[in-house]
Every structure is written in C-alpha cells, then in structure tokens.
C-alpha cells in the first residue's frame, strides 16, 4: 500500500479508490482484474458514467473479485477488500482494503481511514 500512496491519483489510470484494490491484488500475486477499466474512463463525470454502467462500486468490484475466484465474506480481516458507503448513492461507494483495525480507501491524499457501513467484502 506504501508504494501505491506514492503514486500520483490517475482516476481510470491506476489510482482510484477502486483500482487501489487491483493494484492491491496485484502486488499480492494475482492476476490484473481491473484490466479491463484501465483507460476506460476519464476523472469526474467518466468515473460516475463507469459506476452507472457498472451498477455501482459494489457490482463494479463484485466482477473483478469474481474474475480471481475470491468469496464474499460477512467477517473482513487483515487483506480484504471490500465496498463501503451508501447503498442507494453510486456517488457515495468507496473500494476499501481492510487493515486488521478497519478500512482504509485511496483518496488523492493518500490511504485514508473511513468509518462506513460496509456494503459487501471479500476474501482475498
């Protein structure tokens, strides 16, 4: 995650708060499962456009997390992934990594800790 903060925020790039978790799972040993989203969109309205065609932040992460056989979890710990924030509110959805203690989603500052209803996490 350290090297990831040094990057600078590419939404549709590499850092976002979502592609933080490919980026994540790559460093772990997996395949890329954001390939697919990388170029594909533009900061601001272009991000909101690829969650709306998504379904969200969770769908969106849902295929990638399917796409490296991870299961659904109802008790994160210590690597997960998950998303968090509102379940009617695309705009609202964060892509999180769990830390042992919570969650921590990029932002343009960095990793940072965010207090939110976990809306679904997986194992990874």
């Not at 994160?76 to 203690?101: C, E, K, M, Y």
Request: net charge negative; hydrophobic share 40%.
């Amino acid at each position: 995650m350290a090297s990831n903060e040094r990057e600078p925020w590419t939404p549709g790039g590499k850092v976002d708060c979502c592609l933080a978790l490919a980026e994540w799972a790559i460093w772990l040993g997996y395949p890329d499962p954001a390939a697919h989203l990388r170029g594909a969109y533009q900061p601001g309205q272009g991000q909101i456009d690829i969650l709306a065609e998504s379904g969200g932040a969770i769908m969106l992460v849902e295929s990638c997390a399917e796409s490296l056989g991870l299961s659904s979890t109802d008790t994160p710990q210590l690597g997960d992934i998950g998303v968090v924030g509102s379940a009617h509110n695309i705009t609202r959805q964060f892509g999180v990594i769990h830390d042992g203690a919570g969650w921590l989603t990029r932002t343009p500052r960095g990793f940072a800790r965010v207090a939110a209803k976990t809306l679904a996490a997986w194992r990874l």
